[in-house]
Each structure stands twice: as structure tokens, then as C-alpha cells.
């Protein structure tokens, strides 16, 4: 089994900058997507970004212009740019794989964003 592990998460204010990373334990050459979802208290999780194995991007609307996500398949790494945060970013951000169909996630890191 795939092990995901997040990083870069923490406290910022309203219009700060993160960089949220996810290693992972295996090469993610071969992975169908890798994605970014998040939860906030009281809320669904959603996915919030999503990169194909072929490179193509897809984000939630709220993020879009300020998000961005990339791989790195030779450091097995994915990331997620997070520019202009808003306190409605606040959640915990997970990482996501789905390798020929088979689904990982990470175990979470917390995002604040204080007004």
C-alpha cells in the first residue's frame, strides 16, 4: 500500500502564502491522478485540486487564480501553491492518489488562515 505523508501546513494570515507537500512512499510515475481535498469543521471533504499522471490541472472554482498543484515524479512529491489565503481556506488538506484504481490518502495537515 501507497503511504502519502502532507507537510507545510500552519498558521497564516488572510493573504499569505503556503506550500503544502506530499511524499510519496513509492513512484508516482504510474499513478492514474493525485489530488488535494480538504475538510473544515462541519463540512464535507472536497477535492480542491487534481493533476493526471499526463499532467493536465483541475480546480475547485474558489481556488482557482490562487492555487496551483504540481508533481515532481523524480522526488515522488506532489504540491500545492497556496497564494492570496483566505480565512475560508481553513480546513485540514489531504493528499489523495489513485493508483489503477486503487485510492490512498495521507493522514492530513492543517491549514489556518486568520483574518
Known amino acids: 500500500q501507497v503511504q502519502l505523508v502532507e507537510s507545510g501546513g500552519g498558521l497564516v494570515q488572510a493573504g499569505g502564502s503556503l506550500r503544502l507537500s506530499c511524499a510519496a512512499s513509492t513512484n508516482i510515475i504510474s499513478f492514474n491522478a493525485m489530488a488535494w481535498h480538504r475538510q473544515a469543521p462541519g463540512n464535507q471533504r472536497e477535492l480542491v485540486a487534481l493533476i493526471t499522471s499526463g499532467g493536465s490541472r483541475n480546480y475547485v472554482d474558489s481556488v482557482k487564480g490562487r492555487f496551483s498543484i504540481s508533481r515532481d515524479n523524480t522526488k515522488n512529491m506532489m504540491y500545492l501553491q497556496m497564494n492570496s489565503l483566505k480565512p475560508e481556506d481553513t480546513a485540514v488538506y489531504y493528499c489523495?492518489?489513485?493508483?489503477?484504481?486503487?485510492?490512498?490518502w495521507g493522514q492530513g495537515t492543517q491549514v489556518t488562515v486568520s483574518s
Open positions: 489523495f492518489a489513485n493508483i489503477r484504481g486503487l485510492e490512498s
